[in-house]
């Protein structure tokens, strides 16, 4: 599972380091970008097996930066999961009917964390 690389793309530098932690214990490599520019930019020179996106952030926010994820040749084809806090009602229905891998709210297990992303990579 080392092999496995998943881009964390979230402004909460907290959130991203206990993401990447509970990643890393899972086996897995993970690089982190703190805005949707920044991760699109990453993610287009350096694409993973997986991104785990926000949907608050600046610069952009999530869903435009999934949006030019989408978009690009190079980038379209990597599963996106929202990782968020954002509780508006019928969001994960919407985003996961336009395409993306999962949803996970904010707060969640740490400990079952790397299992939950591990099963969306296994959709692929």
Request: proline share 6%.
């Amino acid at each position: 599972m080392a092999d496995l690389r998943v881009l964390v793309i979230d402004d909460d530098k907290t959130m991203v380091a206990v993401m990447s932690a509970a990643l890393k214990a899972g086996g897995f490599q993970v690089s982190a970008a703190f805005d949707a520019v920044q991760g699109f930019m990453f993610a287009t020179k350096n694409p993973p097996d997986l991104i785990l996106l926000d949907i608050n952030m600046p610069a952009g926010g999530g869903v435009g930066a999934w949006q030019r994820l989408q978009q690009s040749a190079r980038t379209q084809g990597i599963p996106v999961v929202f990782v968020t806090i954002e509780s508006k009602p019928g969001l994960e229905q919407e985003v996961m009917r336009q395409g993306a891998a999962g949803f996970i709210n904010k707060p969640f297990d740490p400990s079952t964390f790397a299992d939950r992303v591990r099963g969306f990579l296994e959709k692929k």
